[in-house]
């Protein structure tokens, strides 16, 4: 159960974010690509950091977090104001920093997986399907509500992102 809880508190971030990005009219391919990015980067971190976690010096991934997510927001909101209808075609470069970027706290979270789990593939596997999962979830009630709302789902979107990168930026100074 505390892996699940676990896999559950590393998903919230990816949520939020796709909760934004669904608001913006992403194409199929991305809404379809990003959860297998995210969910592939919450599997391949942890097993990285366990084995390798004491090795290896990290930044303070949580600052890098909030201002990508803040460097994110002004470029939608720029775009967003210029156009009427914005439909954003993000590159795999873009999705690939995007997932990685949410998924930085996997990699932490595996060198302290040392003291509750024998196994590694285990936890790995189950932060995989849950980020997946509320990774395409968030990306899913963002773009209904986008159709649903119009515009104002859009600069709910952006709100949203706004948001996590202020707590994300403001928690970690």
Same mark, same amino acid.
Not at 15 to 24: C, D, E, K, V, Y
Not at 86 to 91: A, K, P, R, S
């Given at each position: *159960?505390?892996?699940?809880?676990?896999?559950?508190?590393?998903? *919230?971030?990816?949520?939020? !974010?796709?909760?934004? !990005?669904?608001?913006?009219?992403? =194409?199929?391919?991305?809404?379809?690509?990003?959860?297998?990015?995210?969910?592939?980067?919450?599997?391949?971190?942890?097993?990285?950091?366990?084995?390798?976690?004491?090795?290896?010096?990290?930044? =303070?991934?949580?600052?890098?977090?909030?201002?990508?997510?803040?460097?994110?927001?002004?470029?939608?909101?720029?775009?967003?104001?210029?156009?009427?209808?914005?439909?954003?075609?993000? =590159?795999?470069?873009?999705?690939?920093?995007?997932?990685?970027?949410?998924?930085?706290?996997?990699?932490?979270?595996?060198?302290?997986?040392?003291?509750?789990?024998?196994?590694?593939?285990?936890?790995?596997?189950?932060?995989?399907?849950?980020?997946?999962?509320?990774?395409?979830?968030?990306?899913?009630?963002?773009?209904?509500?986008?159709?649903?709302?119009?515009?104002?789902?859009?600069?709910?979107?952006?709100?949203?992102?706004?948001?996590?990168?202020?707590?994300?930026?403001?928690? =970690?100074?």
């Amino acid at each position: *159960m505390l892996l699940f809880t676990i896999g559950l508190a590393l998903s *919230m971030d990816t949520f939020s !974010l796709a909760l934004s !990005l669904g608001t913006l009219n992403l =194409n199929k391919k991305s809404i379809f690509l990003f959860p297998l990015l995210v969910g592939t980067f919450h599997f391949i971190l942890p097993l990285i950091s366990r084995n390798f976690g004491k090795y290896i010096f990290f930044i =303070n991934s949580d600052k890098l977090l909030g201002f990508i997510f803040l460097f994110l927001f002004l470029k939608l909101l720029w775009e967003l104001r210029k156009e009427e209808k914005l439909e954003l075609n993000i =590159n795999l470069f873009s999705l690939i920093i995007l997932a990685l970027s949410v998924s930085l706290d996997s990699f932490s979270t595996g060198i302290g997986l040392v003291e509750i789990s024998n196994s590694i593939f285990l936890p790995s596997l189950i932060f995989l399907l849950e980020s997946s999962f509320f990774t395409l979830l968030g990306l899913l009630i963002g773009k209904n509500a986008s159709q649903s709302l119009g515009k104002i789902a859009n600069y709910l979107g952006l709100f949203l992102l706004l948001l996590l990168s202020l707590i994300h930026i403001l928690v =970690n100074f």
